[in-house]
């Protein structure tokens, strides 16, 4: 089994930073290409970023590019979201995913395992 847990959300300030961790409680966590999704009030859960098993290539939406950085640490099963010059449009419930494939990396499609979700609430 894959078990996600995400932590690091909260409340911030526009333009601020926080970071999102994601742990998965399984060594075979190196197989998974990552991506993280958010769903704001009101909307569907979008794409933010993905990463490949290696690390090797990262995806991410036009929203949050070069604001936005995921990473992962094969070592310690953990992939990261660096979140800088954070925006309240940025307010979602925040989750972390995982993909067998690389079909579908940029949308729900295909990702097989989900964690719970952390909230990021992000104040003007």
């Known amino acids: 089994q894959v078990q996600l847990v995400e932590s690091g959300g909260g409340l911030g300030q526009a333009g601020g930073s926080l970071r999102l961790s994601c742990a998965a409680s399984?060594?075979?966590?190196?197989?998974?290409?990552m991506g993280w999704f958010r769903q704001a009030p009101g909307k569907e859960r979008e794409f933010v970023a993905a990463?490949?098993?290696?690390?090797?290539?990262?995806y991410y939406a036009d929203s949050v590019k070069g604001r936005f950085t995921i990473s992962r640490d094969n070592a310690k099963n953990t992939v990261y979201l660096q979140m800088n010059s954070l925006r309240p449009e940025d307010t979602a419930i925040y989750y972390c995913a995982a993909n067998p494939s690389m079909v579908d990396i940029t949308t729900t499609r295909g990702y097989r395992h989900w964690g719970q979700g952390t909230q990021v609430t992000i104040s003007s």
């Open positions: 399984v060594r075979t966590f190196i197989i998974y290409n």
């Open positions: 990463i490949s098993w290696r690390g090797s290539s990262t």
